[in-house]
């Protein structure tokens, strides 16, 4: 799968977190799906933890700070 790239993984969770922040802080009944909002919210809060992670394993912890490069 070469199309699926740490920038794809992080669009993906990008889209997660949205479609989890969006329903549960707009009302959305998560105890539909067995969990409460509460829980949606600490999901979405892990996923956001993961992305972090991601970006200081792949740029290391100078790279996350660094100013941008110019393209």
Do not use: Y
């Amino acid at each position: 799968m070469t199309w699926f790239n740490t920038n794809a993984l992080h669009n993906l969770l990008n889209t997660l977190i949205a479609i989890i922040c969006g329903g549960a802080l707009a009302g959305f009944d998560w105890t539909l799906l067995g969990v409460s909002d509460r829980t949606a919210l600490q999901i979405s809060g892990a996923i956001a933890l993961a992305k972090i992670i991601i970006n200081a394993v792949r740029d290391g912890p100078r790279g996350t700070v660094a100013p941008a490069k110019e393209t």
